[in-house]
């Protein structure tokens, strides 16, 4: 029976290794998802006027391209379900997200060193999208970290958070990993927003809050005053966490771009797989 999960992989070959690809199967060997392992190619106006005819270059690139995708998934178990998918377009990431909207994709995994114009990916992707780091594969004892913004309780950012624990907890339960939740708070919007913390001098009060508010344990609620970028990098550093989670606004405000954690920020700051939910 097919897998109701599919991750789509994007694939590069300028890539001596496609490290996407092994942390999507390594997951998907866990929770029973099926692959769509994709590429988009595209000859421009100079390359084809070295070739007899737009037609025959487009097959050719093409036919190369799916013997690449097909040998570098022949490795992986029988027991995955792995399909390949090929496309002729310019705009790479319109294709893979028309891709993984037709398909239903879940997840979209990709390297992180592939990722050219990160606001764009994270403006239009359709799924959550995980960023590979150029490392080893995570072990299974490393937490999964999930930032969230207990300070905001309009809609978007209550759905937000929500959105951002559930995809973190199965992700956590996949792996058999254990779920942290790191909270950055940053004393002056709280106090410019009334959000009644007292000038946040009783942390362990808003502490054993939020981990009431989120059904966790308190121990593993890690809350601190600071910048929002720099606090849930160095916890995601601290704990070696083996994925971060954390949500993408798209409807952010200019004040709340400028002085809040965007994903596109964290990625100068953190080096690690980053996992992001719109």
């Known amino acids: ?39 988009c190619y595209y000859l421009d106006k100079q390359a084809l006027l070295h070739t007899h005819s737009r037609h025959a270059a487009k097959y050719e690139a093409g036919h190369q391209l799916d013997a690449w995708l097909q040998d570098q998934t022949k490795s992986f178990p029988n027991k995955l379900e ?22 239903s ?35 299974a004892a490393k937490p999964v970290l999930a930032a969230i913004d207990p300070t905001r309780e309009d809609d978007l950012h209550t759905a937000l958070n929500h959105s951002v624990l559930a995809t973190a907890s199965n992700l956590a339960e996949d792996t058999g990993s254990e ?3 790191v909270c950055a708070l940053d004393e002056q919007e709280a106090i ?36 929002p970028c720099k606090v849930i990098a160095e916890w995601a550093e601290h704990l070696t966490a083996s994925v971060l989670v954390m949500g993408n606004n798209k409807e952010r405000s200019l004040t709340s771009t ?7 920020q964290l990625l100068d700051r953190y080096s690690g797989d980053l996992l992001v939910v719109n």
């Open 1 to 39: 029976m097919a897998s109701c999960l599919t991750y789509l992989v994007i694939m590069d070959p300028n890539l001596p290794q496609q490290i996407a690809l092994s942390r999507a199967a390594a997951l998907a060997s866990r929770s029973g998802a099926s692959l769509l392992v994709f590429n």
């Open 179 to 181: 779920l942290n939740l």
């Open 105 to 139: 994709a879940c997840m979209i995994f990709m390297d992180r060193s592939s990722l050219e114009n990160p606001k764009r990916w994270l403006q239009h992707a359709p799924c959550p999208l995980y960023l590979v780091a150029d490392n080893v594969i995570p072990k």
């Open 258 to 264: 400028l002085v809040g954690c965007t994903a596109e």
């Open 192 to 227: 410019a927003a009334h959000l009644g913390f007292e000038y946040l001098e009783n942390l362990n009060a808003v502490q054993q809050e939020v981990a009431q508010r989120f059904a966790i344990d308190p121990a593993r609620v890690h809350l601190q005053i600071g910048r």
């Open 82 to 103: 792995i399909k390949c998918e090929s496309f002729w377009n310019e705009d790479s990431l319109l294709a893979a997200c028309h891709s993984a909207e037709h398909h």
